[in-house]
């Protein structure tokens, strides 16, 4: 019971100084995150499998084998009582420890100032609701305009890449136009075991933070695979969020004179602003949509077929849940974390007109 409580006061005291010292968060991502982060890749990174699958294989096993061990103490519960609350407790401690991990480990970069705010994009916010409404709309119909206008001009010089010049050039490119304090050790992306099973779950790649580990799913179309890279790339950089991670890697991938990385942030971000466009104003969406190229076109019905054969039931649930999961992340939004780069990008692609040859900021 010691063991409980000693990692309760852990938590508490670590959880009180990142919400109530901006400073230990500054401190944690200038110092401590970069040296777990680039000791994890040194460490795991030259395993050309994911070692965080591995991990969450045996966890699950661990896991079901427990559970079914309780099953059978509840049935009988007179005899085996006692080892029922040790397992039980152990449990709790494990989690506790695990949790705590995930913290130090990564997790406490959500407590940082969001990305937008740190590169001074500010949200006018002033006027009644209509007004605010109006703003939104006028925004995300000039930036419509601006991809479509992109997508338009980069699908002629279109290439499917192999995913490993996708990863090898992503690298290039962090650490090129970043700051991050692991670009040049602590990024990089290996595709997960559970590809088959991610992609019914309608998920594109995701972060191990025990690991240090970036995975995508190599079934995802390829046009759609260099800013999914990006954007796990910058989770390992530090950015937890994930509008935020959407935005870094809207600005790396676009940062670079290379038509595919362009082109593909340019249509990922252009999902997020049209659908986004179409719940307030779905004749604009749709005369946007209207003007796409056919390459585009054709993309854009590879990506409805897959959303027609995988994303059901199944996918609804692990959508609510990783919804619930961002909430207690102290992300408002949940899961419509996403969509607000459309926002911070058009913001974004304004300061850049402003500030070429900046490097990209990395908290």
């Known amino acids: 019971m010691w063991v409980l409580l000693l990692l309760v006061a852990i938590l508490w005291v670590f959880s009180f100084f990142l919400t109530q010292f901006p400073g230990f968060v ?5 110092h401590i995150y970069p040296s777990i982060q680039s000791g994890r890749h040194t460490v795991f990174g030259a395993v050309p499998f994911s070692i965080g699958d591995v991990l969450y ?3 699950g096993i661990w896991l079901l084998v427990t559970l079914t061990r309780w099953v059978y103490f509840v049935r009988k519960f007179g005899a085996y009582k006692d080892r029922l609350a040790g397992s039980v407790l152990n449990v709790a401690n494990t989690g506790l420890m695990v949790y705590l991990v995930f913290l130090l480990g990564w997790g406490a970069n959500y407590s940082k100032e969001p990305l937008a705010r740190s590169w001074g994009l500010k949200v006018e916010k002033s006027g009644g609701r209509k007004a605010l409404k109006a703003r939104e709309i006028a925004a995300l119909g000039s930036f419509n305009k601006f991809l479509v206008d992109r997508l ?3 699908a002629p010089q279109y ?3 192999p995913y490993s010049h996708i990863n090898d050039r992503a690298l290039v490119y962090y650490r090129e136009f970043t700051t991050s304090k692991v670009k040049d050790r602590g990024l990089g992306i290996k595709g997960s075991l559970f590809g088959y099973f991610l992609q019914r779950m309608g998920i594109d790649g995701y972060y191990n933070p025990f690991t240090s580990e970036g995975q995508i799913t190599k079934r995802i179309p390829v046009f759609m695979m260099p800013f999914t890279v990006c954007h796990e790339m910058a989770h390992q ?8 991670a959407n935005l870094l890697a809207y600005a790396v991938a676009t940062a670079a004179d290379d038509p595919v990385f362009r082109y593909s942030a340019y249509l990922n971000i252009w999902l997020y602003t049209n659908n986004r466009l179409f719940r307030y104003d779905s004749a604009q969406a749709k005369h946007f949509s209207g003007q796409l190229n056919m390459l585009t076109i ?3 019905d590879t990506l409805d077929q897959i959303s027609q054969k995988y994303h059901g039931l199944f996918s609804s649930y692990t ?3 990783f919804d619930s999961y961002l909430r207690l992340q102290q992300q408002a939004d949940g899961i419509l974390t996403y969509g607000n780069v459309s926002r911070e990008a058009w913001l974004w692609e304004q300061k850049r007109i ?4 900046t490097p990209i900021q990395v908290p």
């Open 57 to 59: 294989i045996i966890g």
């Open 159 to 161: 290439s499917s890449l």
């Open 319 to 321: 959508s609510d849940i």
């Open 354 to 357: 402003r500030s070429r040859n």
């Open 237 to 244: 950089a530090g950015i937890a969020a994930e509008g935020d």
């Open 152 to 154: 338009n001009q980069y």
């Open 26 to 30: 500054i401190y944690y991502s200038d």
């Open 298 to 300: 054709a993309h854009l």
